[in-house]
Structure formats: structure tokens, C-alpha cells
């Protein structure tokens, strides 16, 4: 079992940072004014591997894979467990900015990483044949056209296949990262970090040019957190420490030593390690291994958006669970429609993973950055003294250099996932103000006694009881909904048994079934039953319904199979005001409307469920 969950994690967490080795020596090379000797070669060789092993192996294998909330990891994830832990408001706000631009900042890089890696793993057919040239665009096209249009299978099917695809990607490019190193074995050297002390000194505007280029190296380093829910800790340090991480530092001194022997290997160093009769066959495996990256990115982009739904930042969007026994297999249409469009579109407009690297690695550097600092205000608020402290700000400080340096690549590319990033921050930003004003409304309106569920209960005493079983969904614990207040009113009804049902999101992955149901029994056959589900967790409210009722004895005779579901539908709707808050109203009610139907969205069944419709003004 622990072989097969670390082939798994290389397959699915490794795809990106595996296959970074494609571009991103040329473009640590492609510095202005840079001198091409000894002391840059090395000088940036170092660079990588320390990089490597400082971020990756220290900062997320070693520090924050150790911090887990219920299992889950990530960025949100990450919050979550800050908000549990009882952070101040002010500490809660600011974080909370932070993730949502972190969330975002991953999801711009999501559009940019299928394009860069599947055109760089396309592009070798060139070494082979300049002719072929033409045909890398289409061919990029074509794969990954169809990589989005098979999403809604899902990947269970071949996901099989990752692994070994990946064991043999990775044992291809360290055979030639050791044979090119073999034949100059001086490039050892650059293991010792003194090499970028001199490079820094000798040349220290094109070392720091040079870093934008380095840290293409690391891309991929937040899917060993965001996925250790899946694989866990063990077979994912175990893929690294054995496999992934020898094999990509063989690789880049590899190609160091190549350059080295020839500057003409500046153009294209990885593709020259490789003979020119194993060309053809590296290009369909390397083609392959991004299309393994790709497909983690957007899986990754998947379960971003609907964690992100869950914890209030987004609204939720239409999901489809593609496989019965994963639950964290998803597929979000629109997000994958999105996607699709502006994969392609990048791919059409900069026709080449070298004009697109200016605009890769800024979001990157973004996401990690922000995922160190809230790392660094958990810690603090539990074991302030810790030495994790003490390295974790060291390497925030050599991240914060990274992020200086590719701010260089703005005016070049580096805008486009800022672009991209703005726009979903500031949609999360608005989607949380109106979440949180709309429930201030709801509140405000039924915050006096008048509308508490014993309240309502005993001023229609009278009311006329019929068989069955009712099912009220209430956002508000012991407020009783407008469905509810609706039947009594206006038909003096009340079924036998009436639920009284509100789910709590929690900040929790995963919650303990001890935790998950509170029940209050109001009399009369009236019920309230309160849940609380794990943000990351698959459920439908008839299944919640029907593991609460079981074994029950307040709730004896209640059949769950023929029960009546009432659900209140608030709608918001705007108050004109001064423009700004005309402007975010107006953006908060769009975003409402694309969210899916709350009754699939519940798993309500359609022919028992009854919509009680209400207007708001936020």
C-alpha cells in the first residue's frame, strides 16, 4: 500500500514541478548583460538546487506538511485551522485577505501552467526538425482541447496510469542529467552555496534577474500541501526525498554541466542532454508528463473554487462528483469552461513557452509567499518560541526576494496572472461583504422573541395537524424559517413530524461524527436539528435527515423516503446608493445568480420539495 500511494503521489502531486526542468534553466540563463562564464553557470545552478531545497524540502515537505487540518492541506486549509485556532479579528481579517488573494493567485497560475508546460514539452519536436516548427501550436491545441474535454469523465480511469507515466519521466531525465554530468563533473561544485555568494558579487543585478527565472523551479511546490489530504504526508516525502528531488537536481546539473562545455546549449539546455535517436520517444513521454501536470492544476482549480464555496469566499458553483468512491474527485463545469478558454487562448496569443515564462512564476511566488506568512501567525499563536518560527521567517525573507525579482516581469507578462488574480480577489472580496450583510438583514428581521421556532409553535396551537413527515431548512439555529411562518399563516397546517433542519460549514476538513449532530426536541412533534459538516466533506441534506433520525427515539415514526422538503429562498436585491456601493451591490446579486439552483445544489428531491421565495435588500 505504501508503494502504491507514493506512485500515486507522483503522478498527481509531481506532474508540475517535474516537468518545471523543461524551461526554466534557459530562462535563468536569458538574463540581459549576463556574463556566461563559470561563476554565472554554477552561480545559478546553485541557485536551483537551493531553491529545491530550501522551499520544497525545508519549507513544505519538512514545516508545513507537519500542520494539517483534518488531514487537509493548502492554503484555505491552512485557514481554516488559523480561524479555528482563535485568532483575533483583526488577525482573522487580515488573513483572511491574504487567502483570498492567495486562492486567487493559484488560480491565475492554473490558466497559465497547462499552456507553458504542454508548448515547452511540444516544442522539442523542433530539435528534432526546425521544420516541425509550425505544427507546435496546433499540436498544443489538440491536447489540451481534449484534456478539458474529457474533465467531466473524470480521471479515475486512467489515473492509473500517472504514477508509472511520471517513475519513467522522472528516471528518463535523471539518466540524462548523470550522463551529462559524468562527462563534466566540476558542476558538483555549485552544491556549495558560495558559488552564489560570488555570482551576487561579481554580477549582482543579473543574479537578481536572474532569480525570476529560479523560481520556475519550484512551481508545483503548494500541490504537495494542497494534496497530502489524498495521499497523506508519508508517500508524498517519500516521492520526493527518493525520487523527484535526485532526480530533478541530477537533471539541472545536468544541464549546468552542459552549458558549461558549450554556450550554444544556452538556447535550448534541457533538449540538447538528449541524443538526437531518443528525441521523438522523450518529446511523447514529456507531452505526456504535462498533460499529467496540467490535469493536476486543474483538479487543483477544482477542489480551490469548491473549498473556497465552502468556506464563504466564492459562491457554489454546479459540482459533479466523477467517481463514487473519491469523493474529492470533482468537476465544476463552469470552472473548467473557463479554463479551457483561457488555456487556449493564452496558447493562440504567445504561440511559445518562452514568451509566456514572464508571465509564469509571479503568481507562484505570490500563493507561497502568502501560504508561509499564515503559517508563520498559526505558529505564533501556538508555539511562539518554536525554531519552525525562526527558519519559516528566514525563508519568507528569501521568498520576498524571489517576489522582487519577478516583479521585474510585470511590464512582460508578469501582468497578466495579477490581472487574473485582482479580478477573483476582489469577486471573493465582494462575495463575502454581501454574504455578510445579507445575513445582518436576515437577522436584523427576525432578531426579536417573536420569531423563535417555541415562540411561532405556541401562538398556532390551534393549528390543523396532517400525516406525514415536514422537513424545514432554516439558515438561523432556533429561528423558525419563513417556510415554516409561511404554512402557519396563511394555511394553519402542520405536519405530524416537522424537522427543523440548518447546516454549519465548519473550518474543519473533516468533522468527527461525535461533533456533527446537535438535536433539540421543542415539543408538539417539532424537532430542530442542527449539523455541522467539514468544509471539504460530500453530503446531501436527505442523507444527513436519515442519519440523524436513525436510532432517535424523539423522532420515532418520521419516513425519511416520503418526506417534504420546504426550502426559504431568499433573493437579494439593491438599493440605489452612492455609485461604489451601487457598483459592488450590483456585482454581489450577479455573482448570486450564477450560483446553481439550491435544490440540486442540496440534493433535495425536486418532486417533494416546496420553495418559499423571499426579497432582501443588501
Not at 230 to 248: E, K, N, Q, T
Not at 328 to 333: F, S, V
Not at 406 to 421: R, V
Request: proline share 5%; aromatic share 8%.
Amino acid at each position: 500500500m505504501g508503494a502504491a500511494s507514493t506512485i500515486g503521489a507522483l503522478g498527481i502531486v509531481f506532474g508540475d514541478i517535474g516537468t518545471s526542468g523543461l524551461y526554466t534553466y534557459q530562462q535563468v540563463l536569458n538574463t540581459p548583460d549576463g556574463r556566461l562564464d563559470r561563476v554565472m553557470v554554477l552561480g545559478t545552478v546553485s541557485m536551483l538546487i537551493w531553491a529545491l531545497t530550501l522551499v520544497v524540502t525545508v519549507l513544505y515537505v519538512r514545516l508545513l506538511m507537519r500542520i494539517d487540518n483534518a488531514g487537509e492541506g493548502g492554503l484555505l486549509a491552512l485557514f481554516g485551522l488559523l480561524r479555528l485556532r482563535g485568532a483575533g479579528p483583526r488577525v482573522t481579517r487580515a488573513c483572511a485577505v491574504l487567502a483570498m488573494v492567495g486562492a486567487a493567485t493559484f488560480l491565475g497560475d492554473s490558466v497559465i501552467t497547462p499552456a507553458v508546460s504542454v508548448l515547452s514539452a511540444v516544442e522539442g519536436i523542433e530539435t528534432y526538425d526546425e521544420a516541425l516548427q509550425d505544427a507546435v501550436v496546433p499540436i498544443a491545441v489538440v491536447i489540451l482541447a481534449g484534456l478539458f474535454l474529457l474533465q467531466r469523465f473524470g480521471t479515475e480511469r486512467i489515473g492509473g496510469l500517472f504514477g508509472p507515466v511520471m517513475l519513467v519521466w522522472f528516471a528518463i531525465i535523471l539518466v540524462i542529467g548523470v550522463a551529462s554530468l559524468v562527462r563534466s563533473p566540476e558542476v558538483l561544485a555549485a552544491v556549495s552555496p558560495h558559488w552564489i555568494v560570488l555570482l551576487v558579487a561579481e554580477q549582482p543585478w543579473v543574479a537578481f534577474v536572474a532569480l525570476g527565472g529560479v523560481v520556475l523551479a519550484i512551481t508545483g511546490a503548494e500541490a504537495l500541501y494542497a494534496d497530502m489530504g489524498h495521499f497523506g504526508r508519508r508517500p508524498i516525502a517519500l516521492a520526493w526525498l527518493a525520487v523527484v528531488f535526485p532526480a530533478l537536481l541530477c537533471n539541472y546539473l545536468g544541464q549546468g554541466a552542459e552549458v558549461l562545455r558549450t554556450s550554444d546549449a544556452v538556447q535550448d539546455p534541457f533538449w540538447d542532454l538528449v541524443p538526437r535517436w531518443a528525441t521523438l520517444p522523450t518529446v511523447v513521454i514529456a507531452t505526456l508528463a504535462t498533460v499529467i501536470a496540467s490535469q493536476a492544476v486543474i483538479s487543483g482549480s477544482f477542489s480551490v473554487v469548491h473549498q473556497a464555496g465552502r468556506l464563504g469566499l466564492l459562491p457554489r458553483l454546479r459540482v459533479l462528483h466523477t467517481s463514487d468512491e473519491n469523493p474529492r474527485q470533482i468537476y465544476l463545469p463552469a470552472v473548467n469552461v473557463v479554463l479551457a478558454a483561457a488555456v487556449l487562448t493564452l496558447v493562440l496569443t504567445f504561440r511559445s513557452s518562452e514568451a509566456l515564462t514572464d508571465a509564469y512564476g509571479l503568481a507562484v511566488t505570490i500563493t507561497i509567499v502568502i501560504t508561509t506568512t499564515i503559517y508563520l501567525v498559526l505558529r505564533r499563536l501556538t508555539t511562539p518560541r518554536s525554531p519552525q518560527v525562526t527558519v519559516g521567517a528566514l525563508i519568507l525573507l528569501v521568498m520576498l526576494v524571489f517576489l522582487a525579482s519577478n516583479a521585474l516581469k510585470i511590464p512582460t507578462g508578469g501582468w497578466l496572472p495579477l490581472s487574473i488574480g485582482f479580478v477573483l480577489a476582489t469577486l471573493m472580496g465582494i462575495w463575502r461583504w454581501g454574504t455578510v450583510r445579507l445575513r445582518r438583514r436576515l437577522q436584523d428581521d427576525v432578531g426579536t422573541a417573536d420569531f423563535r421556532i417555541d415562540t411561532e409553535i405556541e401562538q398556532h396551537a390551534g393549528a390543523t395537524r396532517v400525516p406525514g413527515t415536514a422537513v424545514y431548512l432554516t439558515r438561523v439555529a432556533d429561528i423558525a424559517p419563513l417556510a415554516l411562518r409561511s404554512m402557519l399563516d396563511f394555511t394553519q397546517v402542520l405536519h405530524e413530524h416537522v424537522l427543523i433542519l440548518h447546516t454549519t460549514v465548519s473550518d474543519l476538513a473533516v468533522v468527527a461524527p461525535a461533533d456533527r449532530v446537535r438535536v433539540v426536541d421543542h415539543g408538539r412533534g417539532v424537532v430542530e436539528i442542527g449539523f455541522t459538516v467539514g468544509y471539504d466533506e460530500r453530503f446531501s441534506v436527505p442523507e444527513l435527515v436519515a442519519s440523524a433520525v436513525s436510532g432517535n427515539e424523539l423522532m420515532t415514526g418520521v419516513d425519511v423516503d416520503a418526506a417534504i422538503y420546504f426550502l426559504s429562498e431568499v433573493t437579494p436585491h439593491r438599493r440605489p446608493q452612492t455609485v461604489p456601493a451601487t457598483w459592488r451591490q450590483r456585482v454581489y446579486i450577479g455573482l448570486d445568480r450564477i450560483a446553481p439552483d439550491r435544490i440540486d445544489a442540496l440534493g433535495l428531491p425536486t418532486d417533494r420539495t416546496v420553495v418559499v421565495g423571499r426579497d432582501v435588500v443588501i
